[in-house]
């Protein structure tokens, strides 16, 4: 995010710490939930939640940059038909044959 961007969100108390890093603009929309009115918004940080503590069992803040790479990475791609597996065998046919001392490190 560019250091001179402006967050607007809805007014969910959460947010007062980004007030330290970034202009920060809460607004509060009528008297209807936040959930209902930004639903794509509450499930896509609901599932980053829920991926954080599945999948990485912890988050450092030297890593949240990449952390956050990764799970947009994911969500973006969470759609499509075909399998990693499926993508990786299409893959490994296009590619000549490897031995295993293609891989292992040779002795002297």
Known sequence: MVVSATVVSDGIPDYRKLAEHRAHVGKVVGK???HALLPWIHRAVSNLKRWFIGTLHGVRKQHLRRY?????????????????CDRLLGLATRLGHASYTDFVEQRA
């Open 68 to 84: 956050l790479d990764e799970f947009t990475f994911r969500w973006n791609r969470r759609r499509r038909t075909a399998s990693a």
């Open 32 to 34: 209807t939930a936040a």
